[in-house]
């Protein structure tokens, strides 16, 4: 009895076991309305879209606003998404998370091309590629966050979407020269960030070592 209990409960495990649709069907089934696709595509996506709306807001709590609003925006424009091959999926949901963000900052007036921060030297030691590689991504992405909107603004869309500055500045409202500048004041205030992380790392490590 026990057996015949226990081959039961292996076969409705079998037959219920949760597999990943392929792309092109997960997204066909969204554009009909299938819950079940839709509760796919959040949980295979969401992860990553959260991320992305981090590095345009900075803080946790509307950046999940960003991500509710995204996913809503995709749920009810399915029809609008055209199949181009394995990848495409992702690139539309990317391109609507970026515009959700970006709609968000614009409608808040967070994208002042105007402000500087502080003076910072146009000329800038770039950090090390062994110094990058040990900072955790969280503290990475902290930097990214603490930007000035602007600077974060055109660093994302230049470093992470591949934007051209002739594309940013179209996508944005602004001239080519205000994303160039905003780009180039981003890499330095990021580079003074990471500078200064190095030091106190090995300031810690000094004291470690000196305490054994």
Known sequence: MVNAVFLHLCIYTLRH???????????????????????????????????????????Y??????????????FTSFDKFEWRGEGSIRAW?????????????????LINFTDQIEALSDTYAAPHESTIERIPNDMLMKFIGELPDGYRTVLNLHVFEEKSHKEIAQLLGI???SSTSQMA?????????????E??????????????
């Open 17 to 59: 076991v949760d597999i990943r649709m392929e792309e092109q069907e997960l997204a066909e089934r969204c554009r009909h309305g299938d819950a079940i696709a839709r509760k796919e595509l959040y949980e295979r996506y969401g992860g990553q879209m959260l991320a992305l709306c981090r590095r345009y807001v900075g803080d």
């Open 61 to 74: 709590e509307t950046a999940q606003d960003l991500l509710h609003d995204g996913f809503l925006k995709l």
């Open 93 to 109: 949901i990317e391109r609507v998370m970026i515009n959700t963000a970006l709609q968000y900052l614009r409608r808040n007036k």
């Open 175 to 177: 001239n080519e020269n």
């Open 185 to 197: 004041r981003a890499k330095a205030l990021l580079a003074k960030k990471i500078h200064e992380w």
């Open 199 to 212: 030091k106190r790392n090995k300031e810690r490590e000094e004291r470690y070592v000196s305490r054994k």
